[in-house]
């Protein structure tokens, strides 16, 4: 096990030998081996001891805490990677707009390729849903992108990609799920709130993994540095938004693993019950870790690899001036 998910309240995290124990009204939940693992991402009100905390910081696990609703918090991580020279090579990209422009182009065309794809193999099975018009516009959007030289403008290309790829992707949804546009807090309908879950989820993993790596998590290229937000994450999570979560979401919608009893509004939103949340961790381990072939390098993977991969890459791209090779989902 490389991750951890503790989805109920109440449950008390010990170490005991080289084993968590879990524990919930003075009852044993269960007793977890430490050796592979990686992360622990803590839903709700729990609590987690003084021990094991300084156990997983010693071993380098980063430990979030999420509210019950998914809802990211705070993290754990250890002490921050004494790569100094990654982040010095960070800064000198970050001043060079040649090389933001050029990165920035790269990610946004290949958001708005995968999220074609994606909307490409899902009509394959939907022949009578017609999205002839928004695959039209998002080819024609991935072209633009390559023609501008500014920021801004390479956003707004992006925004407009997004809104039309939303659309069509309401469109393929089954189960009296509906569907008309991206809101994030709160979300104002389940397949929000099921976006904005597992979007948490992915970013969470991409920013432990530039953290431990020494990034400056908080400098970005595409997206601009606002106090507090891990920009450089925000970044590397577009590439794999469509391919990973929103697939994720159509494929437990549509095959019935989730329905629209298992969510209720609140005051901040809409969200789902525990039972809900639990099945869709139990499909995003499942995703992020079934091995397929990279039709790129034809080579066996897994998504918990190719965000490594990516990461690695950018790695090399800012020490070795080679260029970033986005993941492309075909």
Known sequence: MQTLYVSDNGVLLKKKSNRILLKKDNKILEEIPILDLKR?????????????????????????????SGRFKFRLVPETSKNIFLRMAQ???YRNKSFRIQFSQSVVEAKIHNQRSLLVRYQRNRPEVDLKRCLE????????????????EIMGVEGYAAKTYFEAYGKLLLGGFTFHKRAYHPPPDPINALLSFGYMLLFNEIESLLEGTGFDVFLGFLHSTHYGRASLATDLIEELRSPLIDRLVLYMI?????????????????????????????????????????????????????????????????????????????
């Open 91 to 93: 800064h000198d990209h």
């Open 137 to 152: 516009i998002l080819k024609k959007c991935s072209h633009q992108v390559r023609q501008k030289q500014e920021i801004d």
């Open 254 to 330: 549509n095959t019935s693993s989730i329905s629209l009893k298992q969510f209720s509004p609140n005051e901040d939103g809409v969200f789902m019950d525990s039972v809900a949340r639990k099945t869709f961790i139990s499909n995003y381990e499942k995703f992020m870790t079934t091995d397929f072939l990279n039709i790129q390098n034809k080579n066996r993977t897994n998504y918990r690899q190719i965000i490594r991969d990516q990461v690695i890459g950018l790695e090399k791209t800012l020490l070795q001036n080679v260029d970033y090779k986005c993941y492309l989902y075909y």
């Open 40 to 68: 622990v991402i803590i839903f709700g009100n729990n609590q987690v001891s003084t021990q094991l905390l300084q156990y997983f910081a010693t071993k380098g696990i980063d430990v979030a805490f999420l509210s019950s």
